[in-house]
């Protein structure tokens, strides 16, 4: 594939969003014109100018697929994202719903009323349902359950039975099971009468009269085998399988490594329950990484970019007072210093470098520890190997990097002890940085939090602080 060719779906998908927005001013534009027109027939005027660009928007969003539409939404400030949302055809709420975000999502269900809430979660499936119930209001979700039939109405309890992080909250019951015991030809033809196959159907699940799992059946061996073979004779017996209360993020890294399609859920007498398609652990990467993105920078949840002021500073501002104390004790640590910055004036220039240069390379440390640590690449045989590799990296940064700024600083203030200071200071806290790049995320993961949470924001504490105190310490022994 082509780069030209790679960008397309998504400079496509921005053209969308711009033909929107501008329907929408244009929308906009011409309702404030009308607002200012005075006279008899000025309502029906602004009435019919009103349709005719609603008209307008609604089919180009008719044109849209759900997934797009979502990102339309998400892209819009509040107002105009509620009158995009009202133009939606309401036989498509259900399959917005479920692509926007959590943040957006909850905007939108509060546009909507429990009648309106009803129509759109009737056409989802069950495993959809248990992703959206916890969102909705409880008497909605009553109604809701009470008009589903016993099958739906267990498999959703079923699935919300679990928690979030569980594979149990994410199998989907859609799928097609077929005994051993019979032809390849009796499979196809009962395949043909079926109205359609649930999406990702990349292999049949073979169950016995009690509903164990026996197998699966690749639908490529189902194709080019003989129609005569019995079942069992294609089929393939060991078939990677989950249990619901195991880990989906465990889960999705087996879909990674074993180039998974779909897999089987199976409880613990290996009765078939659900399944793992990958469209869900593609989502569920996705939301992990954006988790861990926004954990490293202290943030607590998704913040919708168009939320209000409030929202934003409540998810923020946790972080930012921790920021301020450390800030607080970095100042400190200067003016404990003060009396050798007033001797030496080239200091003052000088600490910023140190400081910035370790708080880079702690972030880069602490990035592969998380990353390693999300891959369960790290045990306890390895740590004390990681840590030494670490140290080793940073020592010959330090070194090589320390003596290009020494050497910078021996030339502009003409002072080769204050060039040695430098490149001792750089390295030093490069090494400090590079230990505590390990330390930090495998504290928290022993304090059993996220190791990724906050740790962006504490190593930069920690190499501002110590490099600070580093570098004016050894200036104070060495220079003044």
Do not use: C
Not at 160 to 180: H, K, N, P, W
Not at 246 to 258: M, T
């Amino acid at each position: 594939m082509t780069e030209v060719e790679a960008k397309k779906p998504q400079e496509s998908l921005q053209e969308r969003l711009a033909q929107v927005v501008e329907l929408l001013q244009r929308h906009r534009l011409v309702e404030d014109l009308t607002h200012r027109q005075e006279g008899h027939h000025q309502d029906r005027v602004e009435n019919l100018v009103h349709r005719q660009n609603l008209v307008e928007l609604q089919r180009k969003l008719d044109e849209l697929h759900s997934a797009d539409i979502a990102h339309i939404l998400e892209a819009l400030p509040l107002e105009d994202r509620l009158t995009v949302w009202q133009l939606v055809k309401a036989d498509r709420d259900g399959d917005i719903l479920l692509e926007v975000s959590d943040a957006v999502r909850e905007t939108l269900l509060a546009d909507m009323d429990d009648h309106e809430i009803l129509a759109a979660a009737r056409e989802m499936d069950a495993d959809e349902l248990a992703d959206l119930a916890q969102e909705l209001p409880r008497d909605v979700v009553h109604e809701l359950m009470e008009s589903l039939d016993a099958q739906q109405r267990e498999r959703v309890r079923s699935a919300l039975s679990y928690g979030e992080d569980q594979v149990g909250a994410l199998m989907d019951f859609e799928m097609v099971t077929i005994r051993e015991d019979v032809s390849l030809e009796v499979v196809l033809r009962y395949l043909r009468r079926l109205k359609e196959l649930p999406g990702h159907t990349d292999k049949l699940f073979v169950v016995d009269y009690d509903g164990v799992l026996a197998g699966v059946l690749p639908v490529k061996r189902l194709l080019v085998n003989d129609p005569d073979k019995q079942v069992a004779e294609v089929m393939a017996n060991d078939p990677v399988s989950f249990h619901p209360d195991e880990d989906a993020y465990d889960a999705a890294q087996a879909f990674e490594r074993y180039d998974l399609i779909s897999a089987p859920v199976v409880d613990r007498n290996g009765k078939l329950i659900g399944r793992l398609t990958i469209d869900e652990m593609v989502d569920l990467i996705r939301e992990e990484s954006e988790a861990e993105v926004l954990n490293m920078a202290g943030l607590r949840e998704e913040e919708d970019i168009f939320a209000s002021v409030w929202k934003s500073v409540r998810n923020r501002w946790a972080w930012l007072a921790i920021n301020l104390v450390t800030a607080f004790v970095a100042s400190r640590v200067i003016g404990l210093f003060e009396g050798s910055i007033e001797k030496l004036v080239a200091l003052a220039a000088l600490m910023p470098i140190v400081a910035g240069i370790g708080g880079n390379s702690g972030n880069q440390t602490i990035t592969m520890i998380v990353r390693a640590m999300a891959l369960d690449q790290m045990g306890t045989g390895n740590t004390r190997r990681l840590v030494r590799k670490e140290l080793g990296v940073s020592l010959i940064n330090g070194l090589v990097w320390g003596g290009v700024i020494g050497l910078v600083a021996w030339l502009l203030y003409g002072s080769w002890s204050l060039g040695v200071v430098m490149t001792a200071a750089m390295t030093l806290n490069l090494l400090l940085a590079a230990l505590m790049g390990v330390l930090i995320p495998m504290t928290l993961v022993r304090l059993g939090r996220d190791p990724a949470l906050g740790s962006s924001v504490m190593i930069t504490a920690v190499t501002d602080s110590g490099g600070f105190f580093i570098f004016l310490g050894l200036a104070s022994l060495f220079l003044t």
